[in-house]
């Protein structure tokens, strides 16, 4: 069965400290993986995915087949950081379409 | 108004009260989603509509009846609800069923029911 998991429900750094939420998942395909972004007073919007390898506001996140693990990283957090993190799953072949598992979430918090 | 916008935005109703949701999206896409959040479980997919047509139902109780007259409109009528439906209520839509990387998600109806 298809699972996310998010395994800290919240975090928090000091402004210019490295951040990483994790993301572990479970499928047994090929999975798409995104992480979605809700800032405060805001709606859910998507932040990256995997596919696109790409550096979105400084995060960058490397899907690892092997441990099952598609964590999201920023080397130096700043306060406009904060907000609830989401990593979800879309699934390929024999999935419905449409279908995004979402994890539980992260809600960053960034000090100054 | 661009975007996906949804209304109310705050939702108080009894458990013998029927009282509907609206979404409305002006980007012209084809796909419109319902998505339950609530803060106990990850957000859960309700519903799916593609082409004015629900292409899923994720085993929501019949107490939830989406509606969709058009490719612009989405609604969700609610009766008889339990207090345990409180939640956030995200509408989103894509420009085709699948395409996940570009769901644009509402703000939400937030919902409580006593």
């Known amino acids: 069965a298809q699972r996310v998991t998010q395994p800290e429900k919240l975090l928090s750094v000091f402004k210019g400290a490295p951040v990483e939420l994790k993301c572990n998942y479970s499928?047994?395909?090929?999975?798409?993986l995104f992480w979605y972004v809700q800032y405060s007073r805001q709606r859910l919007q998507l932040l990256l995915r995997?596919?696109s390898r790409e550096s979105i506001k400084g995060f960058t996140a490397d899907l690892n087949k092997g441990e099952t693990s598609f964590h999201l990283k920023k080397p130096f957090a700043q306060e406009e950081d904060s907000a609830m993190y989401y990593c979800?799953?879309?699934?390929?072949?024999?999935?419905?379409?449409?279908?995004?598992?979402f994890g539980r979430g992260t809600q960053l918090t960034v000090w100054p | 108004e661009t975007g996906v916008t949804q209304t109310p935005r705050h939702l108080v109703m009894g458990m013998t009260n029927k009282k509907s949701l609206k979404c409305e999206q002006h980007?012209?896409?084809?796909?419109m989603y319902w998505y339950k959040q609530s803060a106990k479980k990850p957000l859960e997919l309700m519903f799916v509509?593609?082409?004015?047509?629900?292409?899923e139902n994720n085993s929501v109780p019949s107490r939830f009846s989406p509606e969709c007259p058009n490719s612009s409109h989405l609604f969700l009528h609610l009766h008889t609800l339990q207090p345990e439906d409180s939640a956030l209520y995200l509408c989103?839509?894509?420009?085709?069923?699948?395409?996940?990387?570009?769901?644009?998600f509402g703000s939400g109806t937030q919902l409580s029911v006593l």
């Open positions: 989103a839509s894509s420009p085709t069923q699948g395409a996940e990387e570009k769901l644009f």
């Open positions: 499928y047994s395909g090929s999975p798409e």
């Open positions: 995997h596919i």
């Open positions: 979800a799953l879309s699934g390929a072949a024999g999935s419905t379409l449409g279908r995004l598992y």
């Open positions: 980007l012209g896409h084809n796909a």
């Open positions: 509509y593609s082409l004015e047509e629900r292409v």
